[in-house]
């Protein structure tokens, strides 16, 4: 319900928090006195009104949380910001213009085009600039214009002097915020406005949550609640983006009526600047985060042409890290000119099928299943902008005033090439408590940068508990893909090959006699082969052994793996990619798909209309269950 007063979403004023209780049953939806509905579930810690808190706890529904619950942990340490809904530090507003959806009041501001929400100069309040409004130069009369083509439309004449102006834009607003504004209304869902409401802000994880959970279904199991959870650190997440050195990417699997697409959708509705995409092409892609900083996502990343798909997974691969650019040669009117493109955003990508290593390690994994559960069959989209509102604040709110500028991670944990924005001091000093949590953990690599936002954004809302299954999952994801990548299958081609040439090796006194072995590349790709089914070159095997590190010799029939370091390093490399240290057996060249995976399908091996069973261990195309077994029986026989 919009408020009376236009300007009285712009309040940022910090009140009193309301009551912090844990909700121990399944109470589900609650109208408050203040006019706002609660979705309550289990293991939520809200602020709530008195008047609905206090029922709760009498009932045993809820228990109340300790005053100091949210000042200090089990050991005593501080939490950031005390209760989310009253930061350490006075509340600014600090960010660039964003677009909003036009209130229409008044014979001023007529229905149609969109208003722009621009922070005032302290950061204690907002502008309200409607677009596309002009004025006259000359005598100083505004008009309000419609757009076309995605370009304002700049007056005739002016209604006061009847002269063609000359006219200027109202609100000293920069070209890219005017072209910002006409283009949002078709690009993504706008906000209607900000909600400064403390406790709204406070309980933004709740309801975020919930609005995910009524809309999208994560099956059952104790892993349902740590998606959720994991979902809602990434949507709010899109929200700060400005403030990330890294972020993470969402890869979705299932099979073709899974809910992939319903998940994206529902995202995209708590998300900032959502774009959802059937297909995508890499120039619109990366022009589109370059020029609206969209948060991009593909719902059909599988049906899309092989060259497609590659070069967009090149944009996920630098879109994951600030700083990485995509260059371009642009046609222009004197030939083509070149052009860097930051394609820095997170992205969502959907698809039946694995993709490849380099691309799943910068992903957050996550199965969609066919709801076990009633779905409404629309999304309710007054609640979504009303969540909007609330996002729209907590993005202003935590970003700090020169958010437009990189700056060196002072942190200890920073990666030399991490460059990080700077935030508010809320944010800081949540990012200081995520590294620590993460060094804690030992946590490193890309991981490390896939979940530091998500931790960052979890200590804001003093919700850590809660995402910690969820980070356990991602530790253990990018753990198991790493012993499925195509790096460690060739770290266990070299360590088996070897351990099999040790009992040929002479070697004098405490000579290393890994030391001494020989390994040919041609070797490698013959027994890659046979142990996965995917037929490599010689050629591919010494890029991976550059890659790994392993020393080399040429001779005159081949080149062979020969390093001294042979053993220090493969006890470490299989450490790394979590692998033993006997040999294995020959590996399975097919895997079965989860029940919930399989569909019906033209098989990608015979071309029959079958049910699709299996997947290739390294390729990754799915089969169905004969051409399996016939892959099993090739590789047998050789």
């Not at 100091?68 to 501080?78: E, S």
């Not at 063609?164 to 406005?193: E, H, I, K, M, Q």
């Amino acid at each position: 319900m919009e408020p009376e007063d236009p300007d009285a979403d712009l309040d940022v004023e910090v009140g009193e928090p309301a009551e912090r209780v844990r909700i121990t049953d399944d109470v589900g939806e609650v109208a408050g006195p203040d006019g706002r509905d609660y979705d309550l579930a289990p293991g939520d810690d809200v602020a709530l009104p008195a008047e609905i808190a206090a029922p709760l706890v009498e009932k045993g529904a809820a228990e109340r949380l300790a005053d100091d619950k949210a000042g200090a942990d089990a050991d005593g340490d501080a939490d950031v910001g005390g209760d989310p809904g009253e930061p350490a530090e006075p509340v600014r507003l600090d960010g660039p213009p964003e677009p909003a959806v036009c209130r229409g009041e008044g014979e001023r501001h007529p229905g149609g085009g969109v208003d722009l929400l621009v922070p005032t100069d302290d950061g204690r309040d907002l502008d309200r600039v409607h677009v596309p409004t002009w004025e006259c130069l000359r005598c100083g009369v505004e008009h309000v214009t419609g757009v076309e083509n995605g370009r304002p439309v700049e007056p005739d004449e002016c209604d006061g002097c009847e002269r063609n102006g000359p006219f200027d834009a109202v609100g000293d607003l920069s070209a890219d915020d005017y072209t910002v504004a006409a283009r949002a209304p078709g690009l993504w869902r706008l906000p209607a406005g900000v909600d400064a409401d403390p406790d709204a802000f406070g309980d933004l994880w709740g309801d975020v949550r919930a609005y995910l959970r009524d809309h999208w279904d994560a099956g059952e199991g104790d892993d349902a609640e740590a998606v959720y959870h994991g979902l809602t650190a990434f949507a709010l997440s899109t929200w700060v983006r400005p403030n990330l050195a890294f972020v993470p990417h969402l890869m979705l699997r299932g099979a073709t009526t899974g809910g992939k697409t319903r998940l994206l959708n529902t995202l995209a509705r708590v998300s900032y600047r959502a774009m959802v995409s059937a297909s995508a092409t890499p120039a619109s892609m990366f022009r589109l985060i370059d020029a609206y900083g969209v948060t991009f996502y593909i719902s059909e990343f599988h049906g899309l042409e092989y060259e497609t798909q590659r070069e967009v997974a090149n944009i996920v691969r630098a879109g994951q890290k600030r700083g990485e650019l995509v260059t371009r040669a642009d046609h222009a009117p004197t030939g083509y000119e070149p052009r860097a493109y930051d394609p820095f955003t997170h992205v969502a990508v959907a698809t039946q099928y694995d993709l490849d290593d380099d691309v799943v390690n910068r992903c957050l994994q996550v199965r969609s299943t066919t709801a076990t559960r009633d779905m409404p069959p629309t999304f309710d989209e007054d609640r979504g902008r009303a969540l909007r509102d609330r996002l729209l604040y907590a993005r202003l709110r935590l970003l700090g005033p020169d958010h437009d500028h990189d700056h060196d991670h002072d942190h200890a944990g920073a990666d030399d090439e991490g460059e990080a924005a700077t935030g508010s001091p809320e944010w800081t000093e949540a990012e200081a408590r995520a590294w620590d949590h993460l060094a804690e953990r030992e946590i490193e690599g890309r991981t490390r940068e896939k979940l530091l936002g998500l931790l960052t954004v979890a200590y804001v809302w003093d919700r850590v508990d809660d995402l910690d299954p969820f980070v356990d999952l991602v530790v253990e994801q990018d753990r198991e893909a790493a012993t499925d990548s195509e790096d460690a299958r060739v770290v266990e081609v070299v360590r088996d090959l070897a351990l099999e040439r040790l009992e040929a090796v002479t070697v004098l006194g405490d000579a290393d006699p890994f030391g001494a072995v020989e390994i040919p590349l041609a070797d490698v790709a013959e027994r890659y082969e046979a142990m996965t089914g995917a037929e490599k070159s010689p050629t591919w095997v010494g890029h991976v052994r550059a890659r790994l590190g392993f020393e080399k010799v040429r001779k005159r029939d081949g080149t062979v793996i020969k390093d001294p370091d042979l053993r220090e390093k493969l006890e470490r490399l299989c450490e790394d990619f979590n692998l033993g240290w006997d040999p294995a057996d020959v590996h399975d060249p097919v895997r079965e798909l989860d029940e919930d995976e399989q569909y019906r399908a033209a098989c990608n091996e015979c071309g029959h209309l079958r049910t699709m069973t299996h997947r290739h261990a390294v390729e990754g195309w799915h089969m169905c269950n004969e051409c399996a077994d016939e892959e099993r029986r090739v590789a047998a026989d050789d």
